[in-house]
């Protein structure tokens, strides 16, 4: 990789006398478009001064003729000292000049920020791993920490998400090896740890979709699969209700109970660590004590949620009660297959669907298949 602190590139220079009017006039003539090169240090020698160029071929033919025959100019391709105070936008435009050009266009567009940690997704390319593509990533990482002042953290994904907890295996490429954050979203804030606890912000519209839709006072909601509870908080926060929220993750059910405290909600929240399954033993208190008492219920496990029909028919409210139902589904029409399923799996229990309230593809899971949300009035058969 090249020196950081340098950067070839093409010059104009121009006698110290003339440099006033040669900007004005590249002013005049490019209007908004910067043709100094803003990352590299202008370089004053004795007589003269060297302003840096944008990479552009254009602009030095433009140069050549409107500015040659005004004032005397010269092209220079040399060092220049990297602008040590200039603001980044992309890792792309970081990286120019540091990096071989054809690995610019191999840098991932984007990436997950969750508070002062970036999870960034490395493509094909990369895994074929070889000292020179290790080091690009680590550059990779050292220019997102170098362009945001508030990451302190770039860790790659190194697995899919995965087992019970629906972790992700993840490896720090540069920075702290800090994995617990906080995280602002719609107003709340939780603190959580990203290799020890399911998170995604890409959730952010869904999960303000649900709190904000139409939830009556003194409501009794299950949020079935919590995690550090991103949707049960958000709801809480809104509106004066009662969310039973579980999890069988122990760290997800312990930042759970922080976030608790470190939002002001206008419901209450009663956390619980165990498998929700669980609930459906005769013995078990807390099934007892909800046993047909929910009038909401949120399924946020879409690999599985269709496992859990039983739970959510034991829990349910007798006079029927709101569903809300993630799942990742084939395509195409994904929500056709969602609502399949929810319609074979309610059956079995002897639930029926009233009403489809709403549906949505909330984001591509696989190029082959989608996440789609239903929400769903549900009752039993016989009522
Ligand atoms: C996809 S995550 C969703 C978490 C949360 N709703 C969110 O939006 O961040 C699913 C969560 O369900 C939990 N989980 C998986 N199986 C469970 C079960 N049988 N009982 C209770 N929690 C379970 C996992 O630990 C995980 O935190």
């Known amino acids: 990789m090249a020196n950081k602190n340098s950067f070839e590139t093409n010059f104009i220079k121009v006698k110290k006398e ?3 009017a040669l900007i004005k006039l590249i002013n005049k003539k490019f209007k908004k478009k910067n043709i ?10 004795k007589d003269d001064v060297l302003f840096p160029l944008i990479n552009d071929k254009d602009v030095i033919n433009y140069l050549t003729k409107y500015i040659e025959n005004k004032i005397d100019i010269q092209f220079i391709y040399k060092k220049g000292k990297i602008n040590q105070n200039f603001e980044y936008k992309s890792i792309q435009d970081y990286l120019e000049g540091k990096i071989p050009d054809e690995y610019i266009n191999l840098i991932p567009k984007s990436y997950d920020l969750i508070g002062n940690i970036v999870i960034i997704e490395f493509d094909k390319f990369y895994r074929s791993i070889n000292k020179k593509i290790n080091l690009l990533k ?12 508030k990451v302190k953290s770039v860790y790659e994904k190194k697995s899919k998400i995965k087992g019970k ?30 290799k020890n ?38 709801i809480a926060k809104k509106h004066e209700v009662r969310l039973y929220s579980f999890d069988v993750n122990p760290y997800a059910h312990k930042y759970l109970k922080e976030n608790i405290k470190l939002n002001k909600l206008k419901g209450v929240i009663y956390p619980y660590n165990i498998d929700i399954k669980n609930i459906l033993n005769a013995t078990n208190q807390i099934g007892r004590f909800l046993y047909h008492k929910a009038n909401r219920i949120i399924m ?30 084939e395509k195409p029409e994904p929500i056709k297959k969602a609502v399949k399923n929810l319609n074979v799996g309610l059956k079995k229990f002897n639930w029926i669907i009233e009403k489809i309230l ?12 989608d996440l789609v949300v239903v929400d769903l009035f549900i009752k039993p058969l016989t009522s």
Not at 182 to 191: G, L, S
Not at 300 to 305: I, M, V, Y
Not at 364 to 369: E, F, L, V, W
Request: hydrophobic share 35%; glycine share 4%.
């Open 18 to 20: 003339n440099a006033q």
């Open 36 to 45: 100094i090169n803003q990352k590299i240090n202008v370089l004053h020698e």
């Open 138 to 149: 680590i550059e990779i990482a050292k220019a997102i920490i170098n362009i945001n002042k």
């Open 165 to 194: 907890y629906r972790l992700r295996e993840l490896n720090l490429l540069y920075g702290e090896n800090k994995p617990e954050t906080i995280y602002k979203e719609n107003n709340c804030v939780f603190k959580l740890d990203i």
């Open 197 to 234: 606890t399911y998170f995604t912000p890409r959730l952010v519209y869904e999960r303000n979709r649900i709190s904000s839709s139409k939830i009556n006072k003194n409501e009794i909601i299950i949020d079935m699969f919590a995690g550090v509870g991103p949707i049960s908080i958000q």
């Open 300 to 329: 946020n496990l879409p690999e599985k949620s269709i496992n859990f029909f039983d739970v959510a028919c034991f829990l349910m409210k007798r006079t029927g009660g709101i569903l809300h139902n993630y799942q990742f589904c």
């Open 358 to 369: 709403d549906s949505r593809i909330v984001k591509a899971y696989s190029p082959t298949s």
